[in-house]
Nanobody, 115 residues
């Protein structure tokens, strides 16, 4: 069964950093693109960053220069390094992929940034 599990969220002051991890199973990891989404209270879930199987990346404008997505094909994990965090980065962060024609989501990890 395809599973994604996020970890690494927490409470941090503005300007601080967190590193989120997404552990995957049930997919051929090297062939998959992996996304990080986030959802703030009362907001739509939005794409934050994407990493393709070849290593190319995309970022939302709001996080460019501050967040870095990376993947470790040996550990089958994807990371989101978040630096210079801002209060409006507060959200539940979700790891996501598409496998066998359907979206797969992790359970989410809460990131709270205090100002």
């Amino acid at each position: 069964q395809v599973q994604l599990v996020e970890s690494g969220g927490g409470l941090v002051q503005a300007g601080g950093s967190l590193r989120l991890s997404c552990t995957t199973s049930g997919i051929i990891f090297s062939f998959a693109f992996i996304n990080w989404y986030r959802q703030a209270p009362g907001q739509q879930r939005k794409l934050v960053a994407r990493i393709f199987s070849g290593g190319s990346t995309n970022y939302a404008d709001s996080v460019k220069g501050r967040f870095t997505i990376s993947r470790d094909n040996t550990k089958k994990k994807v990371y989101l390094q978040m630096n210079d965090l801002k209060a409006d980065d507060t959200a539940v962060y979700y790891c996501n992929t598409n496998w066998a024609g359907s979206d797969v989501w992790g359970q989410g990890t809460q990131v709270t940034v205090s100002s």
